[in-house]
């Protein structure tokens, strides 16, 4: 399946909302004594110690600085013969507007500062439907998932950790992930260390959100500082139990190049890095709360090695052994056996800032996770037998970005320009690439197609069979009469191993060994007796294994051993995304206007490899099973005296040639 999606959206509209993945930071800057708004006082934002953005409060002292990415903020307000009040830890959400009021006290020592820790409101006035985490509150939680983050909103729901959401009754596919702005392709999550907060929107989604039907997950990630700064996280489980959960995670920040200031210091950084990753690695990463039975590793050995045992009924022929165990051969464990998994998550972002109204972020992250587990609990669970064979499932994501954003003014101006009609004038120009890759293999075959259920060569040996009848010579018209021809009957299947899956084989082995040494007789080809010898495909009755055959379950509850995994599918999906969004107030009203291109391709494809093999059998020899009336050949001894007998050859049917057999007989050694 192959489809194109191509999406082409412009809109303009006015609203509180900036098109780019940003917030807007406002207040009230007045009196402490008297209540009265300060007029062209300074307002500045700091984030990680670099200011990003500034204002200068109206006749009103009123503010708005803007567009500031998602984080938390450091407010400094400023006025001549005031003390300076500076507020930590103002969080700015995308797609938000954040009130801030600060009132500054006359009078004050010089240099004296006063700090004010932010308090975040218990309802967000601008998302009543929906919430934001912090970075703070993320690392708190229990959990390392986006969804499960997000499900700790109201409304939300999520059947368990890591499952996808569901919100206020809409399907998961109808959440709409964004990380830095893009549209998430693949998976959502990223490093842990990397996430500067997640906005969840349940209801009332802006214009811009045209696909999405449910709800907006937002994730922010962070960006570099003005200070070097590190850290490593390192969790591991294996001294507690078996579930051996290991986790490496590190991030590093800092500046690259600072300017330095008109006394040849070193001032803000106009280059800067930002990096983080995570390694996981679990031997069970659904494990059970009372574990999970298996039989023992002896057991499961002697049921390989002789996976049947001969009926007392000797009319019922073989038993599976599997069907035979008790309550002693069975042991319980922590973890799941094969059922481990491997990731490996790294998020980085570059930012320049040239000049204070110039800002260039690259960034890019990359995604694999590598696990095994069966199709439990959707199917019949293998970890009692078959853990061996379980599924392999890998995911891969990538994504790259730009983002340039051009300010116009000096809106840190402390003149009565700072009441002028237009104000905030702002661009942002956005482009992002993504691919998402996912396959689901056999471990041991991953796209080997013909490998998947070969167990070896099966070589079958036939000879006539003949009836009491007339046949007529059409060429010379002569008649016979005598035994006639009537087809061909099996006398021996042979079987040669391919050692490719000797799981499959040992059925196959075992059959043809208790075959022979309890002497069974074929039931479908007759007049041999009881030699214990296989002459056709049916006499295997579906217990020796041909080509694409699985072995039974145990019971119908479980997979048994051997029993392989018959599935390959891939699916690859590429989203290239461009966007361009404007911005400017006038007065107390915003303009905000944008563009998006958006191009998107999926592709997958995906098959039973196993069904192969009895669809080539059903091809095989169609155009053969017919005898050629027309031209029958009687047998003569070396006198020439007709001997009673009359064979035919095959009759060549071409128009009813598969495909398949005519390229196989061309192609075949």
């Known amino acids: 399946m192959l489809r194109k999606i191509y999406l082409f959206a412009v809109f303009a509209l006015i609203s509180a909302y900036s098109y780019a ?20 006082a300074n307002v500045v934002a700091e984030k990680n110690g670099v200011q990003i953005g500034g204002a200068t409060t109206d006749f009103d002292g009123k503010y708005t600085i803007k567009p500031l990415d998602p984080g938390n903020y450091t407010v400094k307000a400023t006025f001549v013969g005031y003390g300076t009040v500076q507020v930590t830890g103002v ?48 690392v708190a939680l229990p959990t390392r998932s986006v969804a499960s983050v997000a499900a700790t909103t109201a409304g939300i729901y999520q059947r368990d950790e890591g499952d996808a959401v569901n919100m206020r009754g809409s399907r ?13 392709v693949g998976n959502s999550n990223v490093p842990t260390s990397a996430i500067e907060q997640i906005t969840v929107v349940t209801g009332g989604l802006p214009a811009k959100y045209g696909d999405a039907t449910g709800g907006i997950i937002s994730i922010t990630t962070k960006g570099p500082s003005n200070k070097t700064f590190g850290g490593l996280e390192i969790e591991s489980s294996s001294l507690f139990d078996d579930y051996n959960y290991n986790l490496l995670g590190f991030s590093v ?73 008790t309550a002693s051969d069975f042991e319980n464990v922590q973890a799941k056996l094969n059922y481990n998994e491997k990731l490996l998550n790294l998020s980085g972002k570059i930012d320049i ?36 064979n379980n599924r392999q499932i890998n995911e891969y994501t990538y994504r790259g970005f730009f983002k340039l954003t051009q300010k116009f003014g000096n809106q840190e101006s402390n003149s009565e320009e700072s009441a002028s009609t237009i104000k905030n004038a702002f661009f942002t120009i956005q482009g992002d690439w993504s691919n998402y890759q996912y396959t689901i293999v056999d471990p041991n075959h991953q796209f ?36 006639m021809q009537t087809g061909y009957r099996d006398t021996l299947l042979d079987f040669t191993p391919a050692g490719i899956n000797p799981g499959l084989e040992n059925y196959t082995n075992a059959y043809y060994d208790l075959y022979a040494q309890e002497l069974y007789q074929s039931q479908y080809v007759f007049g041999f007796g009881a030699d214990g010898v296989i002459r056709t495909a049916a006499d295997l009755q579906g217990k020796g294994l041909l080509n694409g055959q699985q072995p039974s379950n145990v019971y119908s509850l479980f997979r048994n051993h051997g029993y392989m995994y018959n599935g390959a599918a891939k699916y690859n999906e590429t989203q290239i995304g461009l966007k361009a969004a404007g911005s400017a107030d006038i007065k107390s009203h915003e303009i ?25 059998r059903s091809l ?12 029958p050949q009687p047998v003569f001894n070396a006198n020439g005296i007709y001997q009673d007998t009359v064979n035919y050859d095959q009759l060549f049917l071409g128009e009813i040639q598969s495909a398949f057999d005519r390229n196989f007989e061309n192609h075949k050694v």
Do not use: C
């Open 253 to 325: 920040s800092g500046p690259l190049y600072k300017k330095r200031d008109s006394n040849g210091e070193k001032g803000n950084s106009v280059l800067g890095y930002f990096l983080s990753g995570e390694l996981k690695s679990v031997d069970d990463s659904d494990p059970s709360a009372i574990g999970v039975w298996k039989v023992k590793d002896d057991v499961l050995q002697n049921l390989k090695d002789n996976p049947f045992r001969p009926s007392e009924n000797t009319n019922a022929g073989l038993l599976n052994s599997s069907e035979f165990l």
């Open 353 to 388: 800032k040239p000049t204070k109204n110039l800002f260039l972020s690259v960034g890019g992250s990359a995604y694999y996770r590598t696990r095994n587990n069966d199709r439990y609990p959707i199917d019949i669970p293998s970890y009692a037998f078959n853990w061996e």
């Open 620 to 631: 095989s020899n169609l155009h053969l099973l017919e005898r050629d009336l027309s031209k």
């Open 91 to 138: 969080i700015i959400s995308a797609n938000k507007i954040t009130m801030q009021d600060v009132k500054l006290q006359e009078g004050v020592a010089i240099g004296e500062v006063k700090i004010i820790a932010y308090k975040k409101p218990l309802l967000d006035q601008d998302n009543l439907s929906g919430e934001t985490k912090t970075s703070e509150e993320i």
């Open 448 to 483: 080997d197609l013909f490998k998947y259920g070969y167990l070896g060569k099966f070589e079958t040996y036939r000879t006539p069979t003949y009836s009491n009848g007339i046949a007529v010579d059409t060429t010379n018209g002569i008649i016979y009469t005598g035994w």
């Open 592 to 616: 905000s206007f944008g563009i998006e291109y958006e191009e998107r391709e999926e592709s997958y494809w995906g098959m039973g490899p196993m069904g192969m093999w009895s669809l080539m």
């Open 172 to 184: 998961s596919n109808a959440t709409t992930y964004y990380v830095d702005g893009i549209k998430v």
């Open 21 to 40: 993945q940003t917030g807007t930071l406002t207040g009230l800057i007045a009196d402490a004594m008297t209540g009265e708004p300060i007029p062209f």
